[in-house]
Nanobody
Framework: QVQLVASGGDSVQSGGSLRLSCAASGYTFRIACMGWFRQAPGKEREGVARIGSDGVTTYADSVKGRFTISQDNAQTLHLQMNSLKPEDTAMYYC????????????????????WGQGTQVTVSS
């Protein structure tokens, strides 16, 4: 099992920046890739960004050019969010998968089995 603790969420104005972090512990050697997801009230959970153990990154179209996912090591994941918009408001979750299938194609939350508790991001106009 992998334990994940997300942090860094806050309330900011439109155009502002935030940096989310996610600390992983436990069986991190089994992680195939890590990702950030978000869920706004009344909406479905969606994939935001993903990074594989090989460093390959994938982004949702809605955040390309504004968000950057990175890893310090297998234990720490970040999401740098710039030019934030009100539609970025959501609870943000970090997650991992040991299923290599989850590291290809679109970012599908159903293929990620380990989840952190979420950190709230609110962007006001």
């Amino acid at each position: 099992q992998v334990q994940l603790v997300a942090s860094g969420g806050d309330s900011v104005q439109s155009g502002g920046s935030l940096r989310l972090s996610c600390a992983a512990s436990g069986y991190t050697f089994r992680i195939a890739c890590m990702g950030w997801f978000r869920q706004a009230p009344g909406k479905e959970r969606e994939g935001v960004a993903r990074i594989g153990s090989d460093g390959v990154t994938t982004y949702a179209d809605s955040v390309k050019g504004r968000f950057t996912i990175s890893q310090d090591n297998a234990q720490t994941l970040h999401l740098q969010m710039n030019s934030l918009k009100p539609e970025d408001t959501a609870m943000y979750y970090c997650a991992t998968t040991d299923n290599s299938g989850g590291c290809r194609g679109s970012i599908r939350w159903t293929l990620f089995g380990n989840w952190g508790q979420g950190t709230q991001v609110t962007v006001s106009s």
